[in-house]
C-alpha cells in the first residue's frame, strides 16, 4: 500500500475489498490510483470469459472507426448492410442507426422482428448489437481480433485479450463472439477512457466519442450510453428485466461519475473521474445457481467505505 491514496481509499478498506474479492469467486482484481496500481492480484491468472463488459470495450471500437472516418455513429445500418437484415418492413429498418444498436433501442427481439419503437423502447438485444462487429470488419476487411490488435489491444500492451467464436450464431450464420481477458488487461481500458481517450501523447478515442458514450442513450434507461453505464440518473433498467424500472443509480455505493462496462458474474471495468480510480474485476467461470450471488455492490462499500 502507499501513502498517496485517498482518504475514500486505505488499507483497511483495500484489504476488506480484497478478501471479500478472494472469497468470492474473483478470477483477477486490479485497482489503480491516479496511475499507480494499489491492488493486483491474479487468484486464478488464466484469461476468462467477460461477457457483457466485451461490449465497452466494441463501442471504444467504434469509436475509433469513427475517427478513421470509416463510419458515424448517426450512419444507418443499411448503409453498412445490405437491406433485410432484420425481419422489420424496409422503412422501419432503414431507420436502425449504429447508435440504435449501441443505446439498445433496436425496437427488436432477439430473433430481430419487430419489439416496441426503434429509437424509444430500450431493450438488451445480443444479436443487433453484434451486427456492429459485422460492419468494422466489412469495412477493414479484417477480422475483429486483427483489428483490436491493431486499434487498440497493440497500442495498449493487451496481451492477454482475445475474441472468440462461441457456439450461437447470427440469423445470417455469423458466429457471436465473445471476449476472454485479464483485470490488468481491462484496466489498460480503463485508463484510456480515465485520460480522454490519450494514450501515451497519442489519441486513440476521441474525447467527444467517450463523452456521448456515457451520456444517457434513452429516455427508458438513461443509465445506459452506448454500451456502457453510467451512475448519475435517478433510475434505470436491468438487462434481465427491461420492463421494470429501478430506482436510483446502478452503484449508489459509488460516486456519481463512476461509469462502467459491466457483464455476467459481475465482470466489471469501473472508472471514477473523481478519484482518478480505475478497477478490473474478472470472475471464475460457475453454475448458474453460484451465479446469483451479489458481488459488485458489497465490494464497493467495502471499498469505500460507504454505509
Not at 447470427?170 to 489498460?188: C, F
Request: hydrophobic content about 35%; glycine content about 6%; some cysteine.
Amino acid at each position: 500500500m502507499t501513502s498517496t491514496i485517498n482518504t475514500e481509499l486505505n488499507e483497511a478498506s483495500l484489504a476488506r475489498a480484497l478478501e471479500f474479492a478472494r472469497e468470492n469467486h474473483s478470477a483477477q482484481l486490479v485497482v489503480t490510483q491516479a496511475g499507480e496500481t494499489i491492488l493486483n492480484t491474479s487468484f486464478d491468472p488464466t484469461p476468462v470469459d467477460i461477457f457483457a463488459v466485451q461490449k465497452g470495450l466494441l463501442s471504444i471500437l467504434i469509436g475509433i472507426a469513427e475517427e478513421k472516418y470509416l463510419l458515424e455513429p448517426c450512419d444507418a445500418i443499411n448503409h453498412h448492410l445490405d437491406p433485410e437484415w432484420t425481419n422489420l418492413s424496409p422503412w422501419t429498418e432503414a431507420s436502425l442507426t449504429i447508435e440504435r444498436l449501441l443505446a439498445m433501442t433496436t425496437g427488436m427481439d432477439d430473433e430481430l422482428n419487430e419489439l416496441g419503437t426503434v429509437g424509444e423502447t430500450w431493450r438488451y438485444n445480443n444479436t443487433a448489437y453484434n451486427y456492429l462487429k459485422k460492419i468494422l470488419t466489412l469495412h477493414t476487411g479484417m477480422t475483429l481480433n486483427q483489428l483490436s490488435d491493431e486499434w487498440l489491444f497493440g497500442p495498449l500492451g493487451m496481451t492477454e485479450t482475445r475474441w472468440i467464436d462461441r457456439s450461437q450464431r447470427l440469423p445470417d450464420g455469423t458466429s457471436i463472439s465473445g471476449l476472454t481477458s485479464t483485470a490488468s488487461d481491462l484496466e489498460k481500458i480503463g485508463q484510456l477512457v480515465l485520460n480522454n481517450g490519450n494514450h501515451r501523447d497519442t489519441n486513440l478515442v476521441p474525447s467527444h466519442y467517450l463523452n456521448q458514450m456515457t451520456a444517457p442513450g434513452s429516455e427508458e434507461n438513461p443509465a445506459w450510453g452506448y454500451c456502457w453505464w453510467n451512475n448519475n440518473q435517478p433510475y434505470h433498467r436491468n438487462p434481465f428485466k427491461e420492463q421494470k424500472i429501478v430506482e436510483g443509480t446502478i452503484l449508489p455505493q459509488a460516486p456519481a461519475d463512476l461509469v462502467a462496462a459491466r457483464g455476467l458474474l459481475e465482470n466489471g471495468l469501473y472508472i471514477v473521474p473523481s478519484l482518478q480510480l480505475v478497477v478490473a474485476r474478472t470472475a471464475l467461470p460457475r453454475s448458474p445457481k453460484e451465479s446469483r450471488e451479489k458481488f459488485e455492490q458489497p465490494f464497493w462499500k467495502l471499498l469505500l467505505n460507504t454505509e
